[in-house]
């Protein structure tokens, strides 16, 4: 597949341990893949090898058939945004602002110099203040623009947290466990928000979702590659890889265990 991302067999070790193996999986625009697996299955060395913070050892990556080389502070220019793990919102900056900053690279003047009242362009500062404010609305937290992070809910800011990715205009998404500490409502509205994600009116997006919570993955992905140690042992549409022995195995197995 030319368009979108991929990774061609993937290989990570640390030292003597194998966190991938042979890895392959593709994010196609407007799909959202998750990646799912029991603890230690190399989910989080997935996001981070895509992100650039872990370079694979073996096997390449390619964003619409071009060689990919990702790394971190790159990200976003090449329409790739993700997630911080906590949320990651700045404490001294208003709700609003934070988001602001999501898409400073967008601005031709950066943002700093606004934050701190120096004289500025005004027109960029207006456009990036609406688009930000086109988010939060786009995501039912507008009400809470001017507040500062630390005062609100944990699910209020973890929802910011995709805001200021999304402010970013990314053509993909990339969200490592975002419904951890979440409570039920707040995961189905979450699944909601990500299943409409390819449907954006204006930034339509893929998504690439690493996430230990079954019934999100299993609600918001049109494709699912499943990893045990390191390895794919599953792929597929949600029908079949629930069925998926291997993962019954691997993932259901773990997760009865843990919930016992
Ligand atoms: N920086 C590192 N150095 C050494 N080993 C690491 C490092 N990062 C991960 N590992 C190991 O690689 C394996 C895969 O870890 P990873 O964090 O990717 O799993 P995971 O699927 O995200 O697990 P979890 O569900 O607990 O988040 C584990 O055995 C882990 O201990
Ligand atoms: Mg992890």
């Not at 990651?88 to 606004?114: K, Q, S, Y």
């Not at 809910?153 to 973890?158: E, L, M, T």
């Amino acid at each position: 597949m030319a368009d979108g991302l991929a990774l061609h067999q993937v290989g990570v070790r640390f030292g003597g341990l194998t966190a991938l193996d042979d890895v392959s999986l593709e994010v196609g625009p407007g799909e959202v893949v998750g990646v799912i697996g029991p603890n230690g299955a190399g989910k989080t060395t997935l996001f981070n090898v895509v992100c650039g913070f872990v370079t694979a050892h073996t096997g390449t990556l390619t964003l619409d058939g071009r060689p990919l080389r990702p790394r971190p502070h790159r990200l976003t220019r090449l329409g790739i945004a993700r997630t911080l793990q906590g949320t990651g919102l700045f404490a001294g900056l208003t709700v609003l602002e934070n988001v602001m900053a999501g898409a400073t690279h967008t601005a031709r003047v950066g943002l700093l110099p606004a934050l701190l009242g120096l004289p500025r362009s005004d027109r960029d500062e207006r456009r990036l203040r609406e688009h930000a404010r086109a988010v939060l609305d786009e995501l039912g937290i507008a009400g809470y623009a001017d507040a500062a992070p630390g005062t609100l809910p944990f699910a209020v800011r973890q929802r910011v947290g995709l805001a200021r990715a999304l402010a970013a205009r990314p053509r993909l998404l990339l969200l490592d466990e975002p419904a951890g500490g979440l409570g039920a409502d707040d995961v189905d509205t979450l699944a909601e928000l990500i299943r409409g994600l390819p449907h954006r009116a204006a930034d339509p997006c893929a998504v690439l979702l690493v996430e230990h919570h079954m019934d999100l993955v299993m609600a918001v992905c049109d494709r699912i590659v499943v990893l045990d140690f390191g390895r794919v042992v599953a792929a597929g549409a949600p029908e079949a890889v629930r069925e998926d022995p291997a993962v019954v195995d691997a993932y259901l197995g773990a997760a009865v265990d843990e919930a016992a």
